[in-house]
């Protein structure tokens, strides 16, 4: 919902989690570009909804969802002594709105297509050979690259920003740029970054699940800020603290990494990384980097959508090979991938052998064979590792490393390397300290703990399908084990 | 591993440096010599920005601890997989420009090679005027002499990452 005002803000919206968020004059003017609106075509959480019908919430509203929550941080910190410029202010809104404007369609499954293993690189060939990797060819640009391009490069943007020069203030904010204040750059980019606070509730109340319902009101109320200007938390916010980052683990094993939702991606990726390592531009995969590049500084950004790889799925449903046929008529059908078998493992990331291990060893060396004994085509076999850690932990440096530093070497190093890191303020402290100093902290004790699902799935649409799976299950079973 | 990582891998390799994240002075020699693998034409998609100790790229530290995080668990991600022969042999030309001897040394010359490169390359600094490149690194607090400054000029230049 959309209304005028008339108190120095142009327009309210209203929004599901964040309530009322009163929008300055410039950005409506950003809103409003075609650029912008680009992301009401791009689903927050890609194939989610083929599992949660409901979570079918967009790039947009979570963009003005992480407005919303910046304005929160902003008037807490500013509650708590912190005072920033008018104009700094503006552009920490602008690069919030922003942030997530140089989205791939399906956000990070086309993204990361340069990380996608096939299945037939993945398994053990009969004789051996190595397999090449192209670095000659330049790789897709991270999002937040292409964000940075399209705000500095489309007109209507840089046009609504106020010029070029605060289109560049505004990136540098969301790529990190050294120009901008490692501290107020830290707001969107660490592990209370408006980023996530806006994901985890939005995609957890679209989902329709409570595990990313964070305490967003305590953590605001219980913000601090240091003489040095470091930002942190009261100690005794420190369970909301936890739950923050227990939150997006859970959301990672429920919703994100969803044995469906997954295995749908999946199935999306390696599509997607064989037609766009074809020769042939039928489908207009972009063919490497600098395509991307050149298309999201021109008008086809427009069309770069969802829709754009909808329509390259629906016309591979027709493709002449086997493999990208089945592939695309999976997801185009709705047809999942069927799960053979998955070993999940949550260990202590310096154990060595595991499980999960010996079941990936057990698929390179025999999903071959299986493949050709039950005459299915490697291809359809998927074989996948998500992973995600506890929580991630900054480096810990020893006491002999710390005690060799210069002062101002610490610093640098905290902005270079610790964008991940909570502060705490430990009783009556001035200055906080780690959160993984901790040592009574629950997620502190789990920080070395892994969480990693080792997954093979099958794509198989013969009349015979429930027998075939059910043996290939079988076949399977004792893969976990030497 | 997936594939970015691994050719991540194969490029540090190839580079003939130990792949070791253990301390900062480390982490920030991979940083660079990706820098200047890529600046070479070794393409293994990381984007950098200019942070206090020069180019730096995040995605490239989070990548750097999964690998070691398989390395610990003994898993060789990388067998079976190689990097073209073009890409191997701009890495064997680009071996040169790590010095041999301490570590502090080559973090040293890494990051001095990468930061002028990065200012001429992307911040459009005249590679002509030393003196404004050592003075872009001096407001950085980079105590690198013009001489210095000049020398890495050459050497970009004579191994091809700049032109003359």
Known sequence: ???????????????SIHGDIHLKEREVQVIDTPSFQRLRQLKQLAMAQLVYPTATHTRFAHSIGALGAMIRILEAAERHGVSIEDEQKDNLRLAALLHDIGHYPYSHLMEKVDRVKLTEE???????????????????????????????AQADLVKAIGGEERAKAVADIFTRRETADPQLSKLIHSSFDIDRWDYLLRDSYAAGVPYGQID???????????????????????????????????????????????????ACRQLLRRLRDRDDKRYHVPKDGEEVRRLVQSEALYTFTDAFVEGVVREATEDEDDAVRALARAIQSRRPPKLLKEVAVCEDVEKKTHAGRIFMQNCRSKLRGLAEEFDIPLAQFLLCEPYVRVVKPPEKPTFEQV?????GEIQKRAFEEEEEDIKIFVADAEEPISLMEIEHSLVVKYADYAFQLFRLYVIYEGSDKEEIIERLKARVKDWDKS | MDRQQIALKLAVDGLELPFEINSFEDRLILQKAVYLAQAGGVNLGYYYQWYLHGPYCPALTRDEYAIDYERKQEVDGCKGWKLDDESEERLRKLRKLIPEGQRREVRRKLELLASVHFLVKRRQVHQNDTAEITMTLKRFNKDFSEEEVGNALRELVENGLLTG
């Open chain 1, 216 to 266: 967003i009101n305590y953590l605001l109320n219980n913000l601090k800020v240091s003489p040095q200007r470091m930002l942190g938390f009261k100690d005794k916010a420190l369970a909301a603290v936890e739950h923050l980052l227990l939150a997006r683990f859970f959301m990672h094993r429920v919703v994100y990494y969803h044995k469906t939702i997954y295995g749908m991606e999946e």
């Open chain 1, 1 to 15: 919902m959309v209304s005028s005002l008339g108190d120095g803000f142009s327009k309210l919206i209203v929004d």
């Open chain 1, 122 to 152: 993945e398994v053990e060939e009969d004789t051996p050979t190595a397999k090449a990797i192209d670095a000659r060819r330049s790789k897709y640009p991270d999002h937040e690259e292409v964000g940075a391009l399209i705000v500095t």
């Open chain 1, 403 to 407: 005690a060799k530093m210069e002062a």
